[in-house]
């Protein structure tokens, strides 16, 4: 039943997908009404909210635009749902804003594989990426998914390797300005979030704990089975499908090393799994099995979601 709804992509099941996510949002947020009096506060959850949804669509268009997903709206319903397993991440401005960010680079280094307008895709996605470390300073790692994209496409070219460099010569005139704009210190930014935290004790409660060990299950099952079957898979996709597992591994490290950890640091992860999801589940499959995936991450979402409220 679940299947046969998102089975085609339709304005009615995109419609459906944003309306659970603004009714989870708005569950999480009624906990702590402080911010429903000045209209500034409302105004920056309503922008908020609208990013959010940006990372969403993001996801999907990056997913259908490069041939990893057929005509279906499972990838934003699995993006949904993985947002469930941290809550208290629909409160964190920067690394939904990061994560936008980030995504637009995706967007452009998947593109890559047409070689056509190569430079000006390196260097809008590396500018992004820069531009998302204003944000929160560790998701500069995704500049190693630039290199990576180039080796895979046009690593012949020697300027290509040169474009990162100048991406960030420019990501850092924009942060002087911005610096002296809002009269922040941005070498104090830089001293404070470049810090490395390996340590995994920052757990409030136990439910947080749970969320991150189910999801951490979850996404071990579904990589693991990306990687076994990506022989099998489109010989012209295994680019694309790569720099999906590094973008993966890329937010797994963010986790590991960020100083200020919290399971909303797995963020990153959310869109690159949800297409890896969205991959397993179009394979030809039981639709029972389908129906049974798909009941079994609806169960684990609501009950990380609840217990965590």
Request: hydrophobic share 55%.
């Amino acid at each position: 039943m679940i299947t046969s709804v998102f089975k085609k992509s339709t304005p009615i099941n995109l419609i459906l997908v944003v309306i659970l996510i603004l009714v989870f949002f708005l569950i999480f947020q009624f906990q702590d009404l402080t911010w429903s009096n000045p209209v500034f506060l409302i105004l920056k959850k309503t922008g908020l909210f609208v990013i959010l949804l940006g990372s969403v669509f993001m996801t999907n268009f990056v997913a259908k635009k490069n041939g990893l997903s057929k005509d279906s709206g499972y990838t934003i319903f699995f993006y949904f749902l993985f947002l469930l397993f941290f809550p208290s991440l629909f409160n964190n401005t920067n690394l939904i804003i990061a994560n936008f960010f980030v995504l637009l680079a995706l967007r452009r280094l998947i593109s890559l594989q047409t070689q056509k307008a190569s430079k000006e895709k390196i260097f809008d996605a590396s500018l992004w990426i820069f531009l998302a470390s204003l944000f929160h300073f560790w998701s500069v790692l995704f500049i190693l998914l630039v290199f990576i994209s180039i080796i895979f496409h046009v690593y012949r070219d020697y300027r290509n390797w040169v474009i990162p460099f100048i991406a960030f010569f420019v990501a850092g005139i924009i942060s002087m300005l911005l610096s002296m704009l809002f009269y922040k210190n941005a070498v104090r930014f830089i001293n404070t979030n470049a810090a490395i935290n390996f340590k995994m004790d920052y757990f409030t409660n136990n439910y947080q704990n749970g969320a991150l060990s189910i999801y951490a299950t979850i996404a071990l099952f579904f990589v693991v089975s990306m990687i076994a079957s990506l022989s099998n898979r489109p010989q012209v996709l295994h680019s694309s499908y790569k720099k999906i597992i590094g973008f993966f591994f890329i937010g797994i490290m963010i986790f590991v090393v960020s100083s200020n950890k919290s399971n909303d640091l797995l963020v990153y992860t959310i869109a690159p799994l949800s297409i890896i999801v969205t991959s397993h589940i179009e394979m030809k499959q039981p639709k029972l099995q389908q129906e049974m995936i798909l009941f079994v991450l609806i169960a684990c979402g609501l009950f990380a979601f609840f217990s965590q409220l």
